[in-house]
Nanobody
Framework: QVQLVEFGGGSVQAGGSLRLSCQVFGVTYSIRCMAWVRQAPGKEREGVAVIGTDGVPTYYADSVKGRFTISQNNAKNTLYLQMNSLKSEDTGMYYC??????????????????WGRGTQVTVSS
């Protein structure tokens, strides 16, 4: 069983930066991919970025390419999302998620069965 706990959300002005962290607890050897997923008010969950267990980012949503970077520190069992040049449309709840199913080069919401509780990101224009 894996538990995921997100940190680092907050309020920032447009153009600013935030770094989200996700601490992973429990048995991790079966995890294939980890992702950051966000949900804006009144909208469906959207995959933001995915990374494989080898630490190579494999997927970014078009809306965040060039601005967000997903990374991980296996020694610390921690996943990160560096968010730069934030826009008001980036506002939402950001979740860390894990799956035991590949491939990691696409994002499929249904594959992700382990979720954190989320951390709120609010970007004001």
């Amino acid at each position: 069983q894996v538990q995921l706990v997100e940190f680092g959300g907050g309020s920032v002005q447009a153009g600013g930066s935030l770094r989200l962290s996700c601490q992973v607890f429990g048995v991790t050897y079966s995890i294939r991919c980890m992702a950051w997923v966000r949900q804006a008010p009144g909208k469906e969950r959207e995959g933001v970025a995915v990374i494989g267990t080898d630490g190579v980012p494999t997927y970014y949503a078009d809306s965040v390419k060039g601005r967000f970077t997903i990374s991980q520190n296996n020694a610390k069992n921690t996943l990160y999302l560096q968010m730069n040049s934030l826009k008001s449309e980036d506002t939402g709840m950001y979740y860390c998620a894990a799956t035991t199913f590949g491939p990691c080069y696409t994002f499929n919401l249904e594959k992700y069965r382990q979720w954190g509780r989320g951390t709120q990101v609010t970007v004001s224009s």
